[in-house]
């Protein structure tokens, strides 16, 4: 029986990166060994994009699919304010029937999506 999701995030600069989940998010973790920190993440939900292409990334010999991570909040702008008490800085807010959204930047440079959705969600408490 499947119980879990182990999400998979790619950088260039891996330490900088879990710094980044450990002292800025500050979610819990454990050390794999040899500095290899795994993340316990909050609560989530899969939503599947149609794409123009077949967005792939390779591992283990298999063209494993690819996605695209959005973290969630309840109030971007408050959300937005914390960071940035942290010097995490984030792009103009962009607002969508879904929602409003923004992208911070992680140390290595990548960035990931954060946003407040104005649909329903999968992990409250009356979803399906």
Request: glycine share 10%; with cysteine; charged share 15%.
């Amino acid at each position: 029986m499947i119980h879990g999701v182990h999400l998979l995030l790619y950088s260039r600069d891996p330490e900088a990166d879990r710094a980044f989940f450990r002292d800025v998010l500050n979610w819990g973790f454990v050390d794999a060994g040899e500095g290899w920190l795994i993340f316990a993440l909050p609560p989530a939900e899969l939503g599947v994009h149609p794409a123009n292409d077949n967005l792939a990334q390779p591992q283990g010999g298999h063209a494993m699919m690819a996605g695209v991570v959005y973290l969630l909040c309840d109030d971007l702008r408050s959300t937005v304010e914390s960071l940035a008490a942290k010097g995490v800085a984030c792009t103009a807010f962009q607002e969508a029937n879904w929602g409003v959204s923004t992208t911070l930047r992680l140390p290595s440079g990548s960035s990931l999506g954060l946003y407040e959705p104005h649909h329903a969600l999968a992990i409250k408490p009356g979803a399906a």
